[in-house]
């Protein structure tokens, strides 16, 4: 596609419920970050993908949260158990490669309840 | 809506010289901004960020920022650039409104000449 692509773009879901949040890089993009950023606080790194290997997971805040990536394609970013502290945006972002520039898409708002 | 500018794509400076990034934004409101620096391989990390309060922000890494409402700007500054400063550097925005919607800019590459 044109550029990375989130969805949902808002997702509200109730405090305890697992969801899922998906991101298609751009065609090519060997790298892959998850980002999230919680109300009033900078950009917390989570996770990074090179092809479907994640050989960086030390962002991941706990066991509830986990991410996969399919290729070089589409990662989804599982949060299971949700808690009202993981509301928050949460922003892909690919690039070329390690490294290269990255490009962000709009982000998934997430709001437990 | 809300859209953030970095009008420079590409800056090279000297070492030892100074520094200033660009960054303009659009929103309705006065918006929480935030600079990012991205080096090679790692993860975005937070320069600084402005909330309210002191238009000129100190950040880490001797940056600065001064947040100019009159011209939608929060530039980024430094006195003298080390060339451990190549980087990528991001501006950008969070909606202060419902939504909290994160915008980033398309970000500036520096290149630091020793």
């Known amino acids: 596609g044109a550029g990375v692509s989130q969805s949902p773009s808002n997702k509200v879901t109730e405090k305890g419920k697992d969801v899922e949040l998906r991101c298609d890089p751009i065609?090519?993009?060997?790298?892959l970050y998850w980002y999230r950023q919680r109300l009033g606080q900078g950009l917390e790194f989570l996770i990074y993908?090179?092809?479907?290997?994640?050989?960086?997971k030390s962002g991941l805040p706990s066991d509830r949260f986990s991410a996969e990536r399919t290729g070089e394609s589409v990662s989804t970013l599982t949060i299971q158990r949700t808690q009202q502290e993981d509301s928050a945006v949460y922003l892909c972002a690919s690039s070329l490669g390690p490294g290269e520039k990255l490009f962000f898409g709009s982000g998934t708002q997430l709001s437990v309840l | 809506a809300q859209s953030v500018t970095q009008p420079d794509i590409h800056i090279t400076v000297s070492e030892g010289a100074s520094l200033e990034l660009r960054c303009n934004y659009s929103y309705g409101a006065t918006p929480y901004l935030f600079w990012y620096v991205q080096s090679p391989g790692q993860g975005l990390q937070l320069l600084l960020k402005y909330f309210s309060g002191d238009t000129l922000v100190q950040g880490i890494k001797g940056f600065e920022a001064e947040f100019k409402r009159s011209q939608s700007s929060f530039n980024l500054r430094k006195p003298s650039v080390h060339w451990s400063d190549a980087a990528e550097y991001f501006c950008a925005l969070l909606g202060t409104g419902g939504g909290n919607k994160l915008t980033f800019g398309t970000g500036t590459q520096l290149k630091v000449e020793l």
């Open positions: 065609s090519g993009h060997t790298a």
């Open positions: 993908f090179q092809g479907n290997s994640a050989p960086d």
